[in-house]
């Protein structure tokens, strides 16, 4: 796959690969608010969300404004209605003034009292005017009060010019037959035209009253209804966010633990669901170069097993010959022939010993060598290595000890790798211990057993200890110059013991010595995965 | 009479070591360069013993052991199966196949001697 198209195609809008798609068509029946944010692009999701609660502000800043206005409106009404009232009191309390001016004009006749009756009816004039600007709305009875005035006004100038012709008893008689009732229905009139707008502001308090409540419940259950959808959004949104960031954080978790089979599986399919893809198929990519590495590496110990089988035959019929010749075979060889003779089956043997750990190195990396499991006596395996290595100490004039408890029951596993482990830990000790002893020892550890070698040899640098377990290891290479040996026998001991599902280690200090140890169980029923 | 030992080996050699080992001590050899070349060396010159290797062309050696070892006038014959170098697993099949005896390479013409001798005399 090419991975500048991959990366770039990452912030567009990449379909994502057919396996996601697959899974994505039961995830579209999802629907609602989740599956929509799910689908939807992150910017997209939050360029909404914004807006949403842009526009809750909003539609709670115009639901109090509309609430203020009614307010100020049904204010207004109240002020003129107080108008109104106002008016009508006016022209009541005027009517009573030219009541009480008529009595007086007719108690005291003369100009001067009479001018302030005229006067009054200018007034009613004003009056009227008044109460029809303020009320408009009440054109039936406004035009009776209007009528029932004029009629008042008629009566009021004839007793004015009845007293100035000096008729008195009829000034007087018409105002108490004519002016009094009229007052009194005039009364009447404006009371019933009071009465209502008293009634009209009770009913408009009321009302402002009720819009009052209205407003405060619309403006509460808005703002509880926006609280609501910004939680419901906000969880969606951060839902949609928080559980696939967590689902690809646990992938690459086990991508870096080498779990490469996986895939990523996110419902999303906005940028997250891109960065899941872009994962997955940077883990496919990973497992293919990882799967290659593998296979380069099985085909190296393929090669390396081959090869060494192949270098192996023609050297077993050189090793086979001078045995012959030895042994006599062809005749007793001269004495200096028995001396190159034999030079050559010990170079022919080391180079064979090499070659063995060569291929038992990548058998076993190859994952080819499998143990062979069977019963053995501990014992008999320590006997089989000491005699195998006696000559060996004996020509470097070292002690071999053993110490093996008597009586150790028949332990389970493979006896000749675990024959060659300690084989190749004497070997080790014998090689580089020049004067004192090498002693092989046995003790049983719970359900293990734990084989020791003990040797007094120069010992082993604490820096180094970790070091010689790895093939082609040694501690220091001018001691290939003088001893030989290319590194390989320590990495096959430890091989060997973590196929048996054991560990091995070393106690050394520099000069006094070391003591490897390796702790197998003591009945192996099955070969331990290899690591 | 003399002993007769069969060996079955590809590589010449090989078949001269043994030819000579087999000669000092007085045995005499017949040849067989594979597993088939086997099938008939026994059938034809029923020797006292066979040395099988086991990497042999056409036929392997587990193969020819098991064939030879099915015949009931060929059963009795003594087959030491030669394998190169030892893996874990090897010996089980050779003795699955139904050899007497098992000898790794690289052996030590000595010790195959001393096999040899067990079933001889």
Known sequence: MNLEADSTSFLGQRPLPAASRGSGDERSAKSGLLGFALRTSLRTKLLMAFFVIEMLLVSVGLIGLLSLREADQRANQVVGLQQKIEAYRQMQHNTLRQLYGVSTALAFPNETTLAVVLRQINQFGYDLDRVSFVAKDEVALLNQVREEYARFIAVVSNIVDLIRSGRAAEAKQSELAELGPLADKLERLTNQLVNRAEADMVAGIDASRQTYTKSQILVAAVALASFVLTLVLGHAISRSVIEPVRIIHDGLNRIAAGDFAQRIEVPNRDELGDLAAHVNSTCEELQQLYRSLEEASRHKSQFLANMSHELRTPLNAVLGFSELMLDGIYGSPPEKMRSAVERIQRNGRHLLGLINDVLDLSKIEAGQLRLSLTDYSVEELVNVVHTSVESLAADKNLSLRIAVPLGLPLARGDERRLAQALFNLVGNAIKFTDAGEVRIEVETRRDFYVFSVQDTGPGIDEADQARIFQEFQQVDNSITKTKGGAGLGLAIVKRIVEMHGGRIWIESRLGQGARFSFLVPARLEQQAMQT | ?121
Request: hydrophobic letters at 40%; one cysteine or more.
């Open chain 2, 1 to 121: 009479m003399s002993k007769r030992v069969l060996v079955v080996e590809d590589q010449e050699d090989n078949r001269q070591i043994l030819r000579d080992l087999l000669a000092s001590v007085g045995y005499e050899m017949i040849e067989a360069h594979d597993g088939e070349g086997a099938l008939v060396a026994a059938r034809t010159q029923r020797p006292d013993l066979i040395l099988m290797d086991i990497q042999l062309p056409i036929l392997d050696g587990y193969e020819a052991t098991r064939r030879i070892k099915a015949q009931s006038d060929l059963r009795h014959i003594p087959i030491i199966v030669v394998t190169s170098y030892a893996l874990g697993g090897d010996e089980e099949k050779a003795r699955a196949a139904g050899c007497d005896a098992y000898v790794a390479k690289p052996y030590s013409a000595r010790k195959l001697l001393e096999t040899i001798n067990r079933y001889l005399t």
